[in-house]
């Protein structure tokens, strides 16, 4: 089952009369969630970037809650992205800890739609406003979703708003951003692209035990390689141990793409893969390296628990050198 990780920035959720509904809304509909309020975490503005990073790295879709504080994230926030998105987690050359994960920019905003025009007080877009977080999303490797927002969130009695106004735009905010978080973790098509990203991620680190990979094989598995045939878990461990003993760990599969069709209750998923690789000296390869293209045609399914099953795998040598 996917796990949502909601990050609260709104400075004081107390006197909040928007953000507080809508995370009340999304606590009572999402079953795996884990809301984060950094107002009540760090009064202090002194982040536990480690079990901040724990948390994120739980994720498979972050949502940043917040109110818009001067055309971006309140203070606190920045704070977390600062200290959360460090060197080697969010970016550096070991910094794909966020990599494959769903992010979505959720908030409340004060101005009124027309004033976000070139024309209007504010002169941008919401869009454009938010260039920096959308980049930081794609820096990290995250898949960046159109942001979930709702004009005319303020209310001051008697002033700006009715609160029975407010709170109605914020359960219909809520209401869309349900939607999406629920087309993002139950429509297949997003769920195979997700597993097909975590699989070769792991094959990048071809690590010693198979465990991750034959959880995801079915009783009827099957699988045709430029090396032979093998069938079930075992004949998978058998191609898993020539692969192991020709090419080196930390290799890179860099999938250029992926389709994905339905097939009743099954689904087809066609790849086209690159595989560039150190190789070990007493393999076929002799240490050279290599750069492979491979055509891969997949038979899967997906289980009550919205996890992948692979029931058919063929791998066609396309080129390599
Ligand atoms: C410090 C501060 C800065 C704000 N900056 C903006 C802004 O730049 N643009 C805007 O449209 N609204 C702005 N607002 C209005 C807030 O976005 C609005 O009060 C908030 O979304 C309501 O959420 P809440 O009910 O959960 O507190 C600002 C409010 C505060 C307190």
Redesign the pocket.
Known sequence: MSHVVVISG?P??E????????LDELKQNISSLDVRRLDTLYPDYNIDIEAEQQALVKADVIILQ???????V?ALMKKWIDDVFGYNFAYGSKGDKLQGKDFILS??????EE??DPLGY?HFSIEELMRPLQQTAYLAGMNYHKPVYT?R???ISGVYNKLEE?QSR?RQHASRLLSLVNDLTQEPSNIINKFVAQWFKAFDQLPKETEYFEKHIGSDFSMSMPEGKFSGAEGFRDWYAIATNVFKPNCDHDVEQIEVTSQGDQYTVELRVRLKAETYPDSDFEAQPINMLVNEVWQVSIDENSSVVIHDYQVMLVDHS
Do not use: R
Not at 66 to 72: A, I, K, L, N, T
Not at 107 to 112: H, S
């Open positions: 709104h004081d959720l006197s909040s009369n928007t953000n507080t509904v809508i917040f109110p818009f504080y001067w055309y971006s309140p908030f409340t905003v004060g101005g009124p004033s976000y504010n004009h969130m303020v209310y407010v914020a």
